[in-house]
């Protein structure tokens, strides 16, 4: 039976009652993901590794589906504007897909249940019975919020504080996400702070840039209500990332001239707080100090096709991706006429020694959050909240086209731009500076 049919069935009993009634503490700008009246919006599905359902045809797709809607039809019931679960059966899963949100949602629970939130279906937020001695050994007394399928002790695993309500009182989760980057507040108390939420099916990549929110069953009764999202827009989820300890970080550009900046200042221009290679023009753009160990930041945008570079401890002359320790790649990856690259050289790559991630960019000219640490030999990057590459270069043995790069091993020096005569800009370029 197609999928759509079967979503026909499962709510077509009440489409024509009043919507939304009962939604009286949604925050102003969140939209409603239940209408307090039945499923629509929403479907089965279990605890379900998302890329073994993105590899499905479309007929098995239907056939999960409606084996998952009809264990949903016997487990989730509505009651009085609350979505309740038996404490068995498959989670409750929105149809729709989202990436970059904020998520506000109220539940209830009762002794030695506990669930969760999956995120771009990925476990979770998680919700204990936080007065359950049997459970206090996967820390269950420390309460609810934390990223509990993290890896043992990585932040956000368990929360900061105990923020749980007793049992017959509601609970509100506030839950913001940019990139893997999750932030969690429980009854108004900040309880994980922005911590990176792993990909609990695939450790060694990044969490999926989209998926689907889930409510997990889990051996008890839960109720639900008040759940609502909001997407948060790129200038939005930029600020967010740039506002993380931003007092710990020093500005490189005033935003105003190539002040503190030294090589080809001909070849780029300051526009309304933004540095711009000049189209047709190049060379490498440096910040004054010179630096060993730092985190930078900055915001990107590329025009179609663009091309330019992070040079990385720079000597100040030469091709810096020889000559530095390393060029990052800042490049328009899925622009046609780059479909045939090394993987080595597309964006946040260290150019010729380790590919990065792809999938991570925002559209093609939208401004881009960009963190780069750089430690010793190990140099991460992180893109729009989510890193898309963390290598020691010092283990590198294989180099594209077998170059040899001489400053690999270079302790210092300057960081900036490479230019590659595209009109790439850069805007908030700040730097924090690290113990050597």
Known sequence: MPACILRVTFVACSICLPALAFASDIPDGFTPLFNGENLEGWHGM????????????????????AEWNADAEKHWTVEDGELV???????????KQYGDIELVVDYQTVPRADSGIYLRATPQVQIWDYTEPAKFNLGS??????????????????????????FGEWNRFRIRQVGARTTVWLNDMLVV???????????????RRSGPIQLQTHGGEIRWRNIAMREIPADEANQVLSDYHAQAFEPLFNGQDLKGWHGAVDHYEVT??????????????????ELRNFVARLEFRLPPGGN????????????VAYNGMCELQVLDSEHPKYANLDDRQY???AYGMVAAKRGYLRPTGEWNFQEVTVDGSRLKVELNGTVILDADLSEVKEFMDNSEHPGLSRESGFFGFAGHNDPVEFRNVSVKRLAD
């Open 347 to 349: 964006h946040g790559s």
């Open 46 to 65: 279990p605890h379900f590794d998302p890329k073994q359902w993105d590899e499905m045809d479309q007929a098995e797709r239907e056939k999960k589906l």
């Open 193 to 207: 702070d922005n911590a990176t939420m792993e990909n609990f099916w695939r450790r060694g990549e990044p969490l």
């Open 85 to 95: 679960n038996d404490g068995h059966g498959v989670f409750l899963t929105t149809d």
């Open 141 to 166: 007394d420390l309460g609810s919020g934390g990223l509990w399928n993290n890896s043992p002790g990585a932040r956000g695993k368990d929360p900061f504080v105990l923020a749980d309500r007793p």
């Open 308 to 319: 330019n570079g992070l040079a990385i401890r720079s000597p100040g002359s030469g091709n």
């Open 272 to 289: 309304d707080g933004v540095i711009r290679c000049k189209e047709g023009h190049g060379g490498l753009l440096l910040a004054e100090p």
